[in-house]
């Protein structure tokens, strides 16, 4: 049977009255071999949808009870049947606490791009988990002129010197910027441009003020981040100007002159390290050497920090790693692209080739009709931004980000923007990049866009992680982002993860909200109107195969009407006289059509819709017109 949400009706989560219709199909209860067991005797038992369109606001509801979606078809666990019970999760990007994994990849995804992590022996240069913290990262500023000079031995040594001394100051000064940002100086969800810093020659030093014969090298990145923050400021002037003032950070506070100076003073220890001083000019962040009569192209000494230096290693001497002694490389450049769902003949390759290299599945079961079916057809109606703050620039709707590196597609998350989540479905990568740990890097990809476009969209506060299974331990590492929240099978609310964990230790099908009444904070009723890197996808994946239908059990349902007159049909799944139903191009309420149909028909019908009911929800079925015809 099939339906469709109407329009202009009841509203909504977001009240989006004006974005479009949804229409869907009632597939009923489906069978099919559990994706996280593997087992051959454990079944996995769901409720199905089939969705021609839908609405944004109306997958939103959906999701806020359990369903989720595989290509155009919406499924939800019947929980208590099931063999893996699938808790839909949650983290509040804003809350969002990186842990030191995390951390590390980000680190790593970094030092990659800088050069200084060679994809060819990777482990070569990944942090060694037992070495005390500060010890010889390049993040410190501790490169000793040895090490420098014998790592830099050969053609061009000392124009490579010189790069790599321009390019660690640079991430010097990115990582104060960051500093600035988690502290509130800057605003968090500007994403501002890379530092630059280049070497000052020894002719325009003496075309400078007196005092300027020792100055080395210099950034303007102040003027930069300046114009960024006009930019913003001219883009949303309303959001962006209560969102400074809530940070102590007016647009009159932050002049080039201003932002170099904040910057500077966050550099101190650098140059207490690295035989460097640093001084805030007109807006320019300047490094000078030590003594006046220092050459340039002598290069720079970068000393190791003391043992008494808070970022040492704690002993006297030169303690450098591989990492540390390895010559900067070539700069390699990530670029994040966000898309709307389409077809791509090289998403597709690369998607084929991850199949069959990460899970092992034969070449002819990976078919474009197969991928098409699983990551491209969406049934979301798009909605485009109006610029009035409650729909983001890129749109609500069905996304691809694509992860370039240096013109090389290497991974590709498929995710869905709706009006209070970025909803993570499947990320697909290139094997070769493994090392990377793309599948992490993604997530703090994506809840970074969420915290990022909270301004364009206040809504947007959520970020969506598919299923968690507790009984799968290959499915608990979205726990790992931290706090996170899951929902009640039962009465739809959210559940701290820490308070629901020990529940599901000890059985895996738990009604949450039946322990934590009494000490949950108030959470949302959404019955009211309101790695494992391998493994970041759902068990969509499994839908298309091995299925059989289920007929509903008629005795669920609770007639206590009289089939022969018009009265309104009760029961404990609610009241299902004012469910909309399509027959022959019309469409009314099913109270209305009633009388149409034989008492057999209308036994089976009602017992259809007051299952349908009970899985999507009475105020959702309400809008939704149920056609059979």
């Not at 598919?466 to 608990?476: A, L, V």
């Not at 057999?600 to 009911?613: A, C, G, I, K, V």
Request: proline fraction near 5%.
């Amino acid at each position: 049977m099939a339906g469709k949400m109407r329009k202009n009706e009841a509203g909504s989560s977001s009240g989006g009255s004006n974005r479009g219709e949804s229409e869907v199909v009632d597939v009923g209860r489906r069978r099919s071999s559990c994706g996280y067991c593997r087992s051959g005797t454990r079944s996995s038992i769901s409720h199905g949808l089939w969705a021609h369109s839908i609405t944004v606001d109306d997958y939103q509801d959906l999701l806020d009870r359990g369903w989720r979606r595989s290509g155009s078809f919406l499924y939800k666990p019947e929980m208590e049947r099931t063999c893996c019970p699938s808790y839909t999760i949650r983290l509040r990007a804003a809350d969002f606490v990186p842990n030191k994994e995390q951390l590390r990849v980000s680190r790593r995804m970094q030092r990659f791009q800088d050069g200084t992590l060679d994809m060819k022996n990777p482990n070569e240069f990944i942090d060694e988990p037992n070495t005390p913290k500060g010890s010889c990262s390049f993040a410190h500023g501790e490169v000793s002129s040895s090490a420098a000079k014998k790592s830099l031995a050969g053609n061009n040594e000392e124009k490579n010197k010189a790069e790599q001394v321009m390019h660690h100051l640079s991430d010097q000064i990115d990582n104060a910027v960051r500093v600035c940002t988690g502290s509130g100086v800057f605003p968090f969800n500007i994403q501002f441009p890379k530092a630059s810093v280049k070497k000052v020659s020894q002719a325009k030093r003496k075309l400078l003020v007196e005092g300027s014969e020792n100055l080395l090298y210099t950034s303007n990145i102040a003027f930069q981040i300046a114009a960024a923050l006009r930019h913003s400021q001219s883009d949303e002037k309303d959001i962006n100007q209560s969102r400074m003032l809530r940070h102590g950070t007016e647009e009159s506070g932050l002049s080039p002159k201003t932002i170099a100076e904040k910057l500077a003073s966050s550099l101190t220890q650098i140059a207490e390290t690295s035989g460097l001083s640093i001084k805030a000019c007109n807006g320019h962040i300047n490094y000078y050497s030590a003594t006046k009569q220092a050459s340039l192209d002598d290069g720079v000494q970068i000393n190791p920090p003391s043992e008494k230096s808070p970022t040492g290693c704690g002993s006297k001497g030169s303690c450098l790693k591989k990492s540390c002694e390895r010559p900067q490389g070539k700069r390699r450049r990530l670029e994040i692209r966000l898309k709307r769902s389409s077809y791509d003949p090289e998403e597709y390759a690369l998607y084929k080739r991850y199949q069959i290299k990460v899970h092992n599945d034969t070449p002819d079961h990976v078919t474009e009709s197969s991928y098409r079916r699983f990551l491209v057809d969406t049934p979301l109606v798009f909605v485009r931004s109006t610029g009035d703050g409650t729909v983001p620039p890129c749109g609500f709707g069905s996304f691809h980000q694509q992860y370039v590196i240096d013109g090389q597609l290497v991974a590709v998350g498929v995710i869905d923007i709706l009006p209070k989540c970025l909803s993570s479905k499947y990320l697909f990568w290139d094997p070769d990049f493994a090392f990377l740990s793309l599948g992490k890097y993604s997530a703090l990809q994506e809840i970074g866009w969420v915290k990022e476009n909270q301004g364009h969209c206040s809504s947007l506060q959520y970020y969506y992680l598919g299923y968690y299974i507790h009984s799968c331990s290959k499915m608990r590492y979205k726990a790992a982002y931290y706090p996170s929240e899951l929902l009640c099978p039962l009465r739809y609310q959210w559940v701290p993860f820490d308070i629901a964990k020990p529940l599901l230790d000890r059985k895996p099908y738990v009604v949450l909200s039946d322990f934590t009444e009494s000490s949950l904070p108030h959470s949302e009723n959404l019955l009211e109107p309101q790695h494992d890197d391998l493994v970041q996808e759902d068990l969509n994946n499994n839908l298309f195969y091995d299925e059989e239908m289920i007929e509903p059990d008629l005795e669920d349902s609770d007639d206590e009407s009289d089939p022969e007159t018009g009265s309104v049909i009760e029961t404990e799944d609610g009241d299902v006289s004012n469910i909309l139903i399509g027959l022959k191009g019309s469409r009314l309420r099913y109270k209305d059509l009633r009388g149409a149909f034989h008492p057999n028909e209308r036994s089976y019908l009602e017992s259809q819709l007051h299952r349908y009911t009970r899985v999507v929800g009475a105020e959702l079925s309400e809008r939704i017109i149920y056609s059979i015809g």
